[in-house]
Structure formats: structure tokens, C-alpha cells
Antibody, heavy 119, light 107 residues
Framework: EVQLLESGGDFVQPGGSLRLSCAAS????????MYWVRQAPGKGLKWVSS????????YYTDSVKGRFTISRDNSKNTFYLQMHSLRAEDTAVYYC????????????WGQGTLVTVSS | EIVLTQSPATLSLSPGESATLSCRAS??????LAWYQQKPGQAPRLLIY???NRATGIPARFSGSGSGTDFTLTISSLEPEDFAIYYC?????????FGGGTKVEIK
């Protein structure tokens, strides 16, 4: 059974940092790209970042470029989102996701972890 | 950036009725469009990928059609569990983008 389990969400002040983790199981993690998608309270879905299977290619939405870094450890079946210079507008539930069936269409999602940025 | 515009914003229907949801792309995304369902407090669930392919375990009452810039998600006969928010998403261009969602509510 495919499982994705996020952790690391927390309450943080503006300008602060946080690292999210997503532990994967039930599939060959090192063969697949991984993704972060977020959802601000009461709002729609927004793709945040992606990382290729080997970790050599990373992609970001414009609003997080230079502040967020996605990475992965294929030996631990885990990938990460390091977030710096957090802003109030980064407040959201962050989901990790993968696309086992069709590239970049997300067929498996974690349960989400809440990041709240507020003073 | 590809903008996906979903309409209507809200659809008020009764169980057993058919639902037709629209997603229009600001430029062609070929057939690389997906549909998701999201219920309150839950992660999204993939329904349709590549415009017309049902994801694993998705009931046959869900169908997708379209290509280029105009896409449709049809729910042939609404079940009580189908009342939710539906999003479309394209995978052709970076950044990956989602539509703003259509809420299907009980009339």
C-alpha cells in the first residue's frame, strides 16, 4: 500500500524557518518524482515544488524561489521542503504527493501538515 | 503561466442528477489535464488523468473529456458522497497549475 506521511508543520513567526518531511512507503521511491502542493485556509490548491527521481532536477513556483529548497534522500525514502524567510502568505496545509501512474498527475497524497506563519 | 478557469464556481444539484463541470485553459494543454475531488478536511483524490482516463478505483459515473483548451468532467448520477469540490490541473507547462475549483453542493 502506498503511503505518504508528512511531518514538520508548526507555528512560526514571519521570517522564520521550517523543514517539512514526507516519508514514503509502498513503492520504489527512487524511481519517482515527488511534489509539494499547498492549500491556504479556505483556498484552492497550489503546486509549490517538485523534485526528480534522482534529485538532480528541482522546480519551484515563483513565489517561493530563493526561499524554499526541495531535496530528497532516496536511502531513507524521504523528501523534504526546507522553508526560509517565511511569510504570512505561506500559511497553508502542505501536502506531499507523487504521480506513479501519469507524470505530474498526483495519484497519491499525504494527509497534509499545517504551517502557520504569524506574529 | 497556464491559467485554468473552472465554471461554474458552484453547482447546486440533487442526488441522482447529472453534473457537468468545465475547465478552460488559457492555452492548449493537449490532453494533459487531470481532475481531483476534495472533501472537507481531506487530501484531494485523483479522479481523471490525461483528460479522459479514470484513476484506479474511480466509479464509472465519473468521466472526462476534452482536449486543447476545453475540458469537461461529467458525473452521470450524483451519489451523496460526490458532493465536494472539484479541481482541474495541467501538467504540460511549469509551473503546474490548478483551476480555482467547482463546488458541487446539495440543492
Amino acid at each position: 500500500e502506498v503511503q505518504l506521511l508528512e511531518s514538520g508543520g508548526d507555528f512560526v513567526q514571519p521570517g522564520g524557518s521550517l523543514r517539512l518531511s514526507c516519508a514514503a512507503s509502498g513503492f520504489t521511491f527512487s524511481n519517482y518524482a515527488m511534489y509539494w502542493v499547498r492549500q491556504a485556509p479556505g483556498k484552492g490548491l497550489k503546486w509549490v515544488s517538485s523534485i526528480s527521481a534522482g534529485g538532480g532536477n528541482t522546480y519551484y513556483t515563483d513565489s517561493v524561489k530563493g526561499r524554499f529548497t526541495i531535496s530528497r534522500d532516496n536511502s531513507k525514502n524521504t523528501f523534504y521542503l526546507q522553508m526560509h524567510s517565511l511569510r504570512a502568505e505561506d500559511t497553508a496545509v502542505y501536502y506531499c504527493a507523487t504521480a506513479l501512474g501519469s507524470y505530474s498527475h498526483f495519484d497519491y497524497w499525504g494527509q497534509g501538515t499545517l504551517v502557520t506563519v504569524s506574529s | 503561466e497556464i491559467v485554468l478557469t473552472q465554471s461554474p464556481a458552484t453547482l447546486s444539484l440533487s442526488p441522482g442528477e447529472s453534473a457537468t463541470l468545465s475547465c478552460r485553459a488559457s492555452q492548449s494543454v493537449s490532453s494533459y489535464l487531470a481532475w481531483y475531488q476534495q472533501k472537507p478536511g481531506q487530501a484531494p483524490r485523483l479522479l481523471i488523468y490525461d483528460a479522459s482516463n479514470r484513476a484506479t478505483g474511480i466509479p464509472a459515473r465519473f468521466s472526462g473529456s476534452g482536449s486543447g483548451t476545453d475540458f469537461t468532467l461529467t458525473i452521470s448520477s450524483l451519489e451523496p458522497e460526490d458532493f465536494a469540490i472539484y479541481y482541474c490541473q495541467q501538467r504540460v507547462y511549469w509551473p503546474l497549475t490548478f483551476g480555482g475549483g467547482t463546488k458541487v453542493e446539495i440543492k
